[in-house]
T-cell receptor, first 115, second 113 residues
Framework: GESVGLHLPTLSVQEGDNSIINCAYS??????FIWYKQESGKGPQFIID?????DKRQGQRVTVLLNKTVKHLSLQIAATQPGDSAVYFC??????????????FGKGTHLIIQP | DAGVTQSPTHLIKTRGQHVTLRCSPI?????VSWYQQVLGQGPQFIFQ???????GRGNFPDRFSARQFPNYSSELNVNALLLGDSALYLC????????????FGPGTRLTVT
């Protein structure tokens, strides 16, 4: 079964507010996590990544938090803008030690920005 | 800098036919991965190629194959197309082996009728 999943399929926030998108994973062997943004008809756009030896990483208006104890990942978007409307995916790399493994994606959360 | 490019953008094929999709990675990237994204779901890993060799494979049938060329571009081939192969096929490039720092192209939308 899927080892990466998202708690909410749709998240609606007011423009200017902060958004928090959550993700649960079940494989404690995962060593790397990425957040992607996908707009309709486009490929996933890299937002931010984090390795398992870190708890927090910040980018421009975005912060990723990793809680390995409860196997939880979150993406925080500050001062949400209309252009942030998209589907957001978390993905994990399950390192097996035997070579290259692909990313495992969850189903995604649709972020809707209310004016 | 140019990002990942894929061709064609859209493709319509009939059941039983064969299709070839193409991908050019970001300049300097040596790894190409292929993913299938069915409508409403997250991408599913198909293959990874690094330095022209297959380095990883997802749970897809042998009808799916790929190769990587000396210039690091890649082709994905699907034989004996089924209706269920209709999807967005995504190519991702990364600097090295593994699933780290993967950057996706715009995808090829394949419709099988």
């Amino acid at each position: 079964g899927e080892s990466v999943g998202l708690h909410l399929p749709t998240l609606s926030v007011q423009e200017g507010d902060n958004s928090i998108i959550n993700c649960a994973y079940s494989n404690s062997a995962s060593d790397y996590f990425i957040w992607y943004k996908q707009e309709s008809g486009k490929g996933p756009q890299f937002i931010i990544d984090i390795r398992s030896n870190m708890d927090k990483r910040q980018g421009q208006r975005v912060t990723v938090l990793l809680n390995k104890t409860v196997k939880h990942l979150s993406l925080q978007i500050a001062a949400t803008q209309p252009g942030d409307s998209a589907v957001y995916f978390c993905a994990e790399n399950q390192y097996s030690g035997g070579g290259a493994d692909g990313l495992t994606f969850g189903k995604g959360t649709h972020l809707i920005i209310q004016p | 800098d140019a990002g990942v490019t894929q061709s064609p953008t859209h493709l319509i094929k009939t059941r039983g036919q064969h299709v070839t999709l193409r991908c050019s990675p970001i300049s300097g990237h040596k790894s190409v991965s292929w993913y299938q994204q069915v409508l409403g779901q997250g991408p599913q890993f198909i293959f990874q190629y690094y330095e022209k060799e297959e380095r990883g494979r997802g749970n897809f049938p042998d009808r799916f194959s790929a190769r990587q060329f000396p210039n690091y571009s890649s082709e994905l081939n699907v034989n004996a197309l089924l209706l269920g192969d209709s999807a967005l096929y995504l190519c991702a490039s990364s600097p090295g082996q593994g699933a780290y720092e993967q950057y996706f192209g715009p995808g090829t939308r394949l419709t099988v009728t």
